[in-house]
């Protein structure tokens, strides 16, 4: 079985959200890069089909040179070679035309990526993906077996999960579940030695269409203080809600 | 060129997030100088979504589309805009419509833009505001294809009564094998408990109540107020509460109207994911929880005597204004 990894590269989750030249652009000034989180699920499942299923795991990358330490730490967790698109991720859809050809010149059995990068929370990716070349998709996976060509797969649905049987070829979804947060890898020292070695290939875009432009951002209003009640006084609380906020 | 919108059932029976994308919908065919065709599957009572704004139902009637079905709901939403020449399709940020959304932009090479908070800025360029940055920001963005999809954020447009006179149509195009290749086997969903996702009350855990024996009044008071229950990330990642009540970054997202914060402390990835809640109630007995920067109301106290007591006042309250 060969798997492709779809990572993003994405301000860590404790990151403040700052933006630049009149608010068009993302302010990365002492921003840290790390894994999506959600594709992070994805790649550690990877390892798992990897280790006990003997499959080939690749990653890929939509981005300039500057993502490459977050590529690197996807190859020191385990994954055999990286692509990188070079090309800045101008939306969703230009990018899941850019992996379609990474996935079409592949020959991927497997393609999980994140349900949706914690940055500009599109969560079209994988979903246009996989319409794109045909393929079957889940979103919000939360559990994922592969048998021959028959998967299996837990998507989280509102209010509860659903079973799902499907086969490969199949594009995923994944979030938190894929595996737990304690089977999460931090790279050790030979990971990080061995991933200098691996090939890193780097493969220009093809023509995209870019049906979306973010044109300006803003940060939510500054909040007011918090109104304090004392807790000897609940039932002030529920005056509150009712005649204040009106919410109850 | 009608305005297109996607209303979600279950077992028939729309769900509030069907009225509150048929609303938003209204508004968009209002700008555009239009009107609003809504795709209904297998719902009961079609002819309610004109009280809403929808002009036409397109009635999808089909056992084979009982269970949802990203593939072949998207493959009939395609016909479905094709059939009325719609340039813009409406629909929620339910797991639902995000699972379909982008299978749908895809057919129809089509700008598709979810979490939109609000009514678009403008129709021509298409401009509509959306959140970013896990609810840390908000971006203006221009879809530029000549089809447009949008995903409204739940509880962000309301529902508004527009109540025109909806005409009921019956539509079924016809659906190959290949659009069920992604099979159902079976679905797990709580039944008669209000859910995180359309939830208008949220009332949520985290490690200051010390232990999953504890949740018995979290529970009590979720029922007081018809609210789902929800828990931190540390929560669900020790086993105390299933991963389904982890809200935050990583987590389900919570757009309600209130949201209740009992033993929490703030941090900034379980702020991104319910900062789209209208008010924010946080209860702790550290004054310094950074959830009190981010809360409307806060009581700072101990959460075993606190929560007991206002179960006590809402029963009260209840009394009173039943």
Request: hydrophobic share 40%; with cysteine.
């Amino acid at each position: 079985m060969k798997i492709l990894v779809c990572i993003s590269n994405v301000p860590d989750t404790t990151s403040k959200i700052n933006f630049t030249e009149g608010d068009t652009q993302f302010d990365t000034n002492g921003v840290q890069f790390v894994i999506n989180p959600n594709d992070e699920f994805g790649l550690t499942r990877a390892m798992w089909f990897k280790e006990k299923q003997g499959a080939t795991v690749h990653v890929v990358n939509v981005g300039g040179a500057q993502t490459e330490p977050t590529i690197r730490k996807a190859l020191a967790i385990g994954a055999d070679e990286a692509i990188r698109v070079n090309a800045e991720p101008k939306d969703g859809f230009f990018v899941a035309q850019q992996l379609a050809e990474v996935v079409k010149n592949g020959e991927y059995d497997l393609i999980i990526a994140g349900r949706e990068s914690i940055d500009y929370n599109g969560g079209m990716v994988p979903g246009i993906l996989a319409t794109l070349l045909d393929m079957n998709f889940v979103n919000t996976c939360i559990s994922l077996e592969i048998d021959g060509d028959t998967a299996t797969a837990v998507r989280e649905i509102d209010g509860g999960k659903e079973k799902i049987s499907t086969s490969l070829p199949l594009v995923i979804g994944g979030q938190k579940g894929l595996v737990e947060e304690s089977d999460l890898r931090i790279p050790n020292m030979r990971g990080i030695m061995m991933a200098r070695k691996k090939a890193l290939n780097v493969v220009e875009p093809v023509d995209a269409t870019q049906p979306t432009q973010d044109q300006k951002f803003e940060k939510p209003a500054a909040k007011g203080p918090v109104k304090l009640v004392d807790a000897g006084n609940v039932g002030e609380l529920v005056e509150l809600l009712h005649n204040e906020a009106k919410v109850i | 060129m009608s305005v297109l919108v996607y209303t979600e059932s279950l077992k028939g029976k729309f769900k509030k997030n069907a009225f509150e994308v048929a609303s938003y919908a209204h508004k968009v065919a209002q700008d555009l100088g239009t009107t609003v065709t809504a795709v209904s599957f297998n719902a009961e009572d079609d002819a309610s979504l004109g009280t809403y704004g929808a002009s036409k139902v397109l009635k999808v009637s089909d056992d084979s589309l009982t269970t949802f079905n990203a593939k072949a709901y998207a493959e009939v939403l395609a016909e479905a805009a094709k059939a009325e020449d719609a340039k813009v399709i409406i629909l929620s940020s339910s797991a639902d419509s995000k699972f379909l959304a982008p299978i749908l932009a895809a057919k129809l090479t089509a700008g598709y833009v979810p979490n939109v908070v609000a009514a678009p800025e403008s129709t021509s360029p298409f401009v509509v505001k959306r959140t970013a940055f896990s609810n840390k920001g908000f971006a203006m963005t221009e879809i530029s294809s000549d089809i447009k999809i949008v995903g409204v954020s739940n509880n962000a447009f309301g529902v508004v009564e527009n109540n025109v006179s909806a005409s009921v149509e019956d539509f079924g195009p016809s659906l190959g094998d290949d659009a069920f290749a992604v099979k159902s086997v079976e679905v797990d969903r709580v039944v008669g408990k209000a859910t995180i996702a359309d939830a208008d009350i949220v009332v949520s855990g985290g490690r200051g109540l010390k232990g999953p024996e504890n949740w018995g009044m979290v529970e009590e008071l979720a029922d007081v107020l018809g609210a789902a229950t929800a828990c931190s990330k540390p929560v669900s990642d020790m086993g105390w509460r299933p991963h389904s009540e982890h809200v935050g970054q990583t987590g389900k997202p919570v757009a309600s109207n209130l949201y209740i914060a009992i033993g929490i402390s703030g941090a900034i990835q379980h702020l991104a994911g319910i900062n789209a809640s209208k008010v924010k109630v946080v209860i702790n007995n550290d004054p310094e929880a950074p959830f009190f920067k981010a809360a409307d109301y806060g009581i700072v106290g101990d959460a075993f005597e606190v929560v007991p007591e206002l179960i006590e006042k809402l029963k009260e309250f209840k009394a009173q204004n039943a």
